[in-house]
């Protein structure tokens, strides 16, 4: 039985099938990345698995649990999620924010207390931005933010990770302090779902990967198996090839 699991998953939006016959697993600890070009439909993939849009047909499973038996809250402790794009809605400081991922663990008519403030700090300083802990989250940067939200998606202490292009608004720094982050989390048995736009991050940080094209996972397995120059070129229209380095990584060129 797999941690977790989507069979035969179809969705849509505005009525338009935007994926169809998805298939995959995920053990505790793996990083699965899905690749695929814009408009492709990855966002809406990752709202459905996480129960935020109503598949069309197919089933969610979680440790062997249908998604569709689960409240809200149930999954929200389970799988957190970091979107691409984050509205500014009031002035609250980054700890505020970041605390706010304790919210699955706390009844509504209650405050956070001491241990949550606690978790919430330690996830700041696993993101490295401890330092901006009192200040203001809408005067933040595009990248800062971004780490804010992802702090607070650790302090959600879900098991489940889904990250909607996380590293698109990092510089390059921040991008592989980020991805050797999310290999220490996998160390701990946190698995991760994320969509990118980098090719060359599946061989940083990715155990599992697929490509996505025509509303299917063209290919699924290993980064060695499946980020090839054939794959790649049929999904981005380039002539990429891949060079491998000294230390034996991979990287994406082009022609």
Partial sequence: MSYF?????????NKRVIFEDINFTIEKGEIFTILGSNGIGKTTLLKSLLGIKRLDKGE???????????SYKDISKTMAYVPQVHSYTFPFKVIDVVVMGRS??????????????KIAEKSLKQMGIYHLKEKEYSYLSGGEVQL??????????ANILVLDEPTSHLDFGNQIRFLRTIDKLSKDELSIIMTSHYPDHCFISSDK???????????IGTPDDVVTPENLNEVYN???????LDNGRKICVWE
Avoid: C, W
């Fill in 148 to 157: 804010v939200f992802l702090a607070r998606a650790l302090t959600q202490e």
């Fill in 209 to 219: 990967v697929a490509i996505m094209q025509n509303k299917k996972f063209i290919d």
């Fill in 238 to 244: 380039l002539d990429i090839k891949l060079v491998k």
């Fill in 104 to 117: 699955p663990h706390i009844n509504m008519i209650d405050t956070p207390e001491e241990k949550d403030i």
């Fill in 5 to 13: 699991e989507m069979t035969n998953g179809e969705g849509s939006y």
């Fill in 60 to 70: 969610v499973f979680i440790n062997g649990e249908n998604m569709k038996n689960l």
